[in-house]
C-alpha cells in the first residue's frame, strides 16, 4: 500500500493539516520493480536504509561513524541534525474556525477548508446524503421527503438534500416548500435568497414559486422590505426573458402586501394594470381586497385625529364610502354579464365599509345590499317609503320566544339611553350636512335590487352576514327587525340554517339589551349552557355582562331579578372563577330593587353568598401571580357596596323584618367586614413593606427588609438588653437596626436609652 507516491500523500494528508510545511514536501524515491525485488531479500536494517530518505540517510551514516569512532563523525553528525530539525519541524496546528452555519449567497455553508477533517466530514455527509437520494429519484418523493424534513424543522438537511438532487433531477417543488417554510419562519430575506440560488442551480420557478414568495410577504407586512421585494418580484414577471407571466393569484396577493402595509398609491398602481376582461381581469377576491384595504385605512387616519375634529374625521370615513359605492357600481355590472361572482367575503366587506359611515342611508343601504345580491327578503322599509313591513315579516318578529314589541315611543327612548350601551367601534352621530360630500342618484340606488335574480348566481348567507346585518339593525335602532334576520337565518327548518357563533351571540344580546329583553336574554343564555344550541363554550365573562346590563335596563319588570338570578346560576356553573364586573352589575340591579320590594333585594343577596364565598377563596388562595392587586380592590369595593346594600334592605324593611333575616343580615355583614378589614391591614403592610425598601444609590430595590412591626420589636428586646449590659454585641445590633430606620427615612426619632 504505501510502496507509491499517492497512497503516502494521502496518508500524510489525513494525518497533518498544513501540507505547504517542509516537513509535507519530502518527496520519497520510488524504488525500481526489480530493486523491490531484491530488497524483499535484504535483512530488516538494510531494507529500512534503501527506504529511507537522504536525510534519514545520513544519520543512519554517521550513526555507524559515532559507533566506530571516525574522527569526522562530530561535525556531520552536528549538521545532518540540524538540517533534520528544520525538516522535522513542529508544524502549525490545525485551527477548524466554523464562522457562520446560516447559509451565504452562494448557497454553501461558510468554514475554513483548511483542515482534511473538515473535508473528511463534508464527504462523509455527501456521501450519505448521496446514498439517500438513491431512494429519492422521483421528484414526488423528493418533495414528500422535504416536507416531512422540514415538518422537524431539519431545514439544512432539506436543502443540501434538494441542492444534491438538482445536478439531476428536476425538483422545483422541493425548492418552493423550502422558499414557502422559510417565509412561515419570518425569514423574508433567506427565502428571496433560496429563490436565487434556485434559479442559478438551473430550476426553474413556476407560477406557484411566485405565489407562494408574495403570499409569504402578505404575512410579514411588518418588515420595511416586505412592499419593495412584493413589488419588484411582481414587476420582474412582466419581463420578457420571464418563463411564468402574472395571472390574477398574484395580482390578488400584492394587492393583499399593499393593502396590509397601507400604501393606497402602491395598490392602485397595480390595479390600474389589470385588463377589463380575460383570464387577468379583477374577480372577487380582488374587488375583497381593494375595499377593506379603504376601510382599514380610512380607520386607521382616525386614530391621529381627536374627539374634537368630529368634522375632519367624519368627512374622511365618507369619501371611503363614496369610494366604496363607485367600486361597487363597476361589480354589479360584471357579475350581472356573468363575468365574476359574488360570494359572502366580497358582500361583507362591503357592508363593513357602508357601516363605516355616518348616516341612515348608508346603514339602510347595507339591508339593500343583502336583498341585492343574497336574495334575502328586507326586513325594514326603506328609508323615504311608506309601506309598513309586510305581513309575515312582522308575524315572524312578534313570534319570536321571549321577545316583545316596540312601540314608536320605546323607540325614541331607546335613542336617548345610552348610559349602558357599549361602544361598537364606529360611531353612529350625524355629521354636520356641510362636511357630507354629496351624492348623485346613480350612486344613491346602486344597491337596488333588480326584479329577478339567477338563483345559482346570488351568495349565501352565513355568520359573517347575520353580524352584518345586526350590527347594521343596531345602528338603525331597529330592534323588531334585527329580531327577525336573527329568526330567519337561524332557523333549523329555514333555508339558510345559519349556525351562530361567539361573535353572533354577543351581538344579539346586544340587540336584546337594546329591547330590554332581559327573559330572552336569561333564555338565550340558558340555551347555550345547555347544550342545546351547541355554544356552551362561547359562554365568556362579557357574555354575562351584556345579559346583566340587559337585565340593569329592563328593571322596571317585576320579574327581572329571577333572570339575572337564573343568569348568575349560570356563570357559577361556567367560569373557573367568578367574573367581578359582572358581580358589580348585578349588585347594582338588586340595589334598584330595594325601594320597590325589599325581598326581592334580600333572595338576590341569598344567592350571592355562594358567589362571595368562592370570590373569597380566589383571592386568598389563588396563584400571587394570577390576582393581580387591581383584582383585589375590586373584590373589596364589591364586598363594601354589599354591605352597604345589606344597611340599605335593613332601612327599607324596618320592623316588617323578620327576626331570622336579621340575624342572616347581621351574620354576613359582620363576615363581609372581617374579610375587608383584613384585606385593608393586608394591603396597608404591603405598602409599608415597600416603603421601607432600600433605595440609596448602589443598592438593591429589590432586596426586602423586616416589616416594621418586626423592626420596632426587634429594637426594643435590644434596647433593654443594652440597658441590662448584655455586651458590645447587642449594642452594635442595635445601630445596625438604627441604620436600617435611618436608610428607610421613617424613623428619625429612634434614641437608645
Known sequence: MLDCKACIRRCIRIIFADLSHPAYQVRLPRPALADIRSLRRLPAAQRSYHLASSGQRNLLKQDGLRSRGHPAARHQT?????????IHEAPPPLTVSFQDQRFNPSGVRSFDKSGPEDNATEFKKKKHLSRELIYLQDPLKLAENTIALLREDDNHKALDLVRLASKQTPCTVSWNHLVDYEMSKGRTQKAVKIYNEMKKRAQKPDAQTYTILLRGL?????????LPLALK?????FAENCPVKPNIIHTNAVLKVCALARDMDALWGVAAKLPPKGPGAPNNRT??????????IAWHNDKDLGDEEWEEKSLRRQRAVMQGRKIWEEIIPRWRAGDMMIDEELVCAMGRLLLLGSTEQDYDDVLSLAEQVMALPRQKRRLGEPQEIADTTSAMAAGHAGIKETSQNESDQLENDEGLLE????????PPPSSVPTMDAALANVFRPKASVPRLSVARPGRNTLSLLLDACINLRAVPSAQAYWGLLTDPSGPYNVDPDSENFHTYLRVLRLQRASKAASGLIADMYSGELKAMQMLQPKTFRIAFSACVRDNKNPHVMEHATQILTTMCKTLPEPDLKALEIFVQLAASQVQRDFHVTLNALRAMKTVMRLVRNYINYGAEFIVENATKASATDLFK???GLYDSVLYAAGDRLELEDKKYIDKQKATLAFWV?????????ETRRKELRPRGEGEDVSRRVRSDIGVGRHERMLSERTKKGLGIGARKRVERAREVRERSGEFDDFVTE
Open 641 to 643: 357596596r354589599m354591605i
Open 423 to 430: 361602544s361598537q367601534g364606529e360611531d353612529t352621530a350625524s
Open 677 to 685: 378589614g383584613k384585606r385593608a391591614k393586608a394591603i396597608q403592610e
Open 287 to 296: 374587488f375583497t381586497t381593494i375595499l377593506n384595504a379603504i376601510r382599514n
Open 78 to 86: 552536528t549538521q545532518a541534525i540540524s538540517t533534520s530539525d528544520q
Open 218 to 226: 402578505s404575512w410579514h407586512p411588518h418588515l420595511q422590505e416586505s
Open 233 to 237: 418580484i411582481y414587476h420582474s414577471m
